[in-house]
């Protein structure tokens, strides 16, 4: 028997003796007795609070504040409502209560449940007394539930952002990093002609360079700021510092601009593989609504790109803190800096890439005054290592760099070329006609302007990239030839990237049109502008590999090595892409600075139109092998190899 039984049964006697003493001679004391010992425990009235406190009912219970005078458990409940705030908590007893005469005590642990899961529990007690009825009233006060809280106050978790993983360039330097923007924004109160500013606003963003891509777009301006409050800073755009600064003479002073000036993890440049790399934004509705409890508003999100793919180890783990809120002067509740419980965020995990700024900043300025849609890779020949993905124009809404899926046009006939010379069906000098057409089951194929060289040696029909001669060899690759030689150079392979990526579908057999056609990059042969580039690269080694983007987290195994490319084939397939740029169809790049640059141009039909053509140049010079595509580029002399000039050139600068 514990002691405080003791006492209560002692208690008990004396408060029942009037009636023992009448009842005696009935033989009914120990049933009195029995009865007089079922009054409620303090631990009975103190599991019964606990329980109310966690599901909002105590009105069955009894309780008294610190001066001793009744309250309701209405009261209490609402009391306990207020101080949780936006936590929950699971209170509970430990041990049994040490009980004096009529009073108790009762050790408890608090334990809250933080956003995120995180628990933050502590001891603490709760007293009892018993009263004239034989039972026990809680004594309620708000420190039962933390000992620094007061009537009124609130707990209130402010949250700790955690610091994001950077995403690191080859040399392991952060490339997105926090950068000064400037939010243009509208205070409709003081605008006295919406057209007049649209106007203007329309007239200096169009003056920024280079001209941001897409454009911005105000038409939905007028309608938000007539459903805006007069006070409210309604968002135009948010400009990098040095583009803001391009038109603030003739922003700033209009009625009504509002400007304010922050701080966003931004890449080097707005294009900076900006299709490749995604952006970091603060929450939309979107993300909150599909991840309940992972973000609150005004976290940053990364979308698309890497940012997007990573997010989860980017963002880390957001820390937080408990402090109590109290009513301030104007009877608002606001913060205090009393601080209860921290946790500590954890920061995001980097990711390491292989990307080289110098390479991918030329291969975006390369990409910058072309309005087509446009893609550049460059991969470092040596190791494999993708130094630059570049998607144009802007930066690019899609990366088309890697996960294009684009008939190759004659830049395939590398592959096909490869294919031929393994299977010594060509030699460099041995001579094939290059007709003006060449039919076959009935299909038409011509060249491009429709020229015809005659019988040449087969390095000429490669330089000046003949499609007849291509289509009259198709023969002597049988079924398989020309996927082998694809094979050969990594197209069709898993490739573990990092990223999404299409790494190529090789035209297998079919008809003898289409493995006609399939020589020359058309018919069924779909790439990206990555598969290529790696595909150069091989050629320029001698031995494909494949390419590595992501490098830490890693993502995987990478494929296989390639075979070793035979000598015997290689070495003439380099000699002539190097005569396409010194006597074919790519002349402009023959006094590029640096190294000798090979390479193969292509103009590649996406429809039954002949005159609807992408653009292609694929090559390397030194260790950067490269692919430069144009969506809707026609003749590649005209946009691709321009491209690739600018791109030769800007690195060779830098």
Aim: with cysteine; hydrophobic share 40%.
């Amino acid at each position: 028997m514990r002691p405080y039984e003791h006492r209560t049964r002692a208690t008990l006697i004396r408060r029942c003796r009037p009636i023992i003493a009448t009842l005696a001679g009935l033989g009914l004391v120990a049933g009195l007795l029995t009865a007089c010992s079922r009054a409620e425990s303090p631990e009975q009235a103190v599991d019964a609070f606990l329980r109310g406190w966690q599901d909002g009912k105590l009105d069955q219970l009894r309780f008294d504040d610190t001066q001793g005078q009744g309250i309701t458990g209405a009261r209490v409940a609402e009391e306990i409502k207020l101080l949780s705030g936006e936590l929950t908590a699971k209170p509970r007893r430990d041990g049994d209560a040490q009980v004096r005469e009529d009073a108790a005590t009762a050790n408890l642990t608090i334990d809250w449940t933080l956003p995120g899961g995180t628990h933050w529990a502590y001891p603490s007690a709760v007293r009892l007394k018993r009263d004239a009825e034989d039972h026990w009233r809680i004594i309620w006060e708000p420190r039962v539930a933390q000992e620094k809280l007061t009537a009124g106050d609130t707990l209130t978790v402010r949250r700790v952002a955690a610091p994001r993983g950077q995403i690191l360039d080859g040399a392991g330097q952060p490339i997105v990093a926090a950068r000064s923007i400037v939010a243009v924004g509208v205070q409709p109160s003081e605008v006295p002609d919406v057209p007049a500013l649209v106007r203007n606003l329309d007239a200096a963003f169009k003056a920024i360079r280079p001209a941001i891509s897409p454009p911005i777009d105000l038409s939905d301006l007028p309608a938000r700021i007539s459903a805006a409050k007069p006070d409210a800073f309604v968002d135009v755009v948010s400009l990098r510092k040095e583009a803001y600064q391009q038109i603030k003479p003739r922003i700033y002073d209009l009625p009504g601009t509002k400007f304010r000036e922050e701080q966003r993890e931004l890449a080097p440049t707005r294009e900076f593989a900006r299709a490749l790399l995604g952006s970091v934004d603060p929450a939309l509705k979107d993300d909150l609504d599909a991840n309940p409890g992972v973000y609150a508003e005004g976290d940053l999100v990364g979308h698309g790109g890497l940012q997007g793919r990573y997010e989860k180890p980017l963002r880390g783990t957001p820390g937080g803190t408990v402090v109590i809120s109290r009513r301030n002067a104007a009877g608002e509740l606001a913060p205090t800096d009393q601080e209860l419980f921290r946790i500590e965020p954890k920061p995001g995990t980097p990711l390491k890439t292989t990307l080289d700024v110098r390479t991918q900043n030329a291969a975006d300025a390369a990409l910058a005054a072309d309005p087509h849609r446009t893609a550049l890779v460059a991969v470092r020949v040596s190791d494999g290592s993708v130094l630059a993905v570049a998607d144009g124009p802007g930066g690019g809404t899609e990366n088309l760099a890697l996960t294009a899926q684009v008939p190759p046009g004659s830049t395939f006939k590398m592959v096909s070329t490869l294919g031929l010379l393994d299977l010594n069906a060509v030699t460099l000098d041995g001579r094939v006609d290059c007709p003006k057409n060449f039919t076959v089951d009935g299909r038409p194929f011509k060249n491009s302007d429709n020229f015809e060289l005659g019988t040449v040696p087969f390095r000429t029909d490669f330089a000046k990239s003949c499609n007849t001669a291509f289509a009259a060899l198709a023969p002597k690759l049988g079924d398989t030839g020309l996927a082998e030689a694809g094979r050969s150079l990594g197209l069709e392979a898993r490739w573990e990237l990092g990223a999404e990526v299409f790494t190529g579908k090789i035209s297998t057999g079919g008809s003898a049109a289409e493995r006609a056609a399939a020589t020359f990059g058309q018919g069924t042969n779909l790439v990206s502008p990555i598969a290529m580039a790696a595909a150069t690269a091989a050629v320029a080694k001698g031995q494909w590999q494949q390419p590595k983007l992501v490098l830490d987290p890693a993502p995987g195994a990478p494929a296989p090595a390639g075979p070793q490319l035979k000598t015997g084939s290689v070495e003439p397939l380099r000699t002539m892409m190097r005569e396409v740029v010194t006597l074919g169809s790519a002349t402009a790049l023959k006094d590029v600075p640096g190294a000798p640059v090979q390479g193969k141009t292509g103009t590649a039909e996406y429809d039954d139109n002949p005159a609807h053509t992408h653009a292609w140049f694929v090559g390397w010079q030194g260790d950067i092998a490269f692919a430069v595509f144009v969506e809707k580029g026609g003749a590649s002399g005209e946009t691709a190899v321009p491209i690739t000039e600018h791109f030769l050139r800007n690195l060779a600068a830098r």
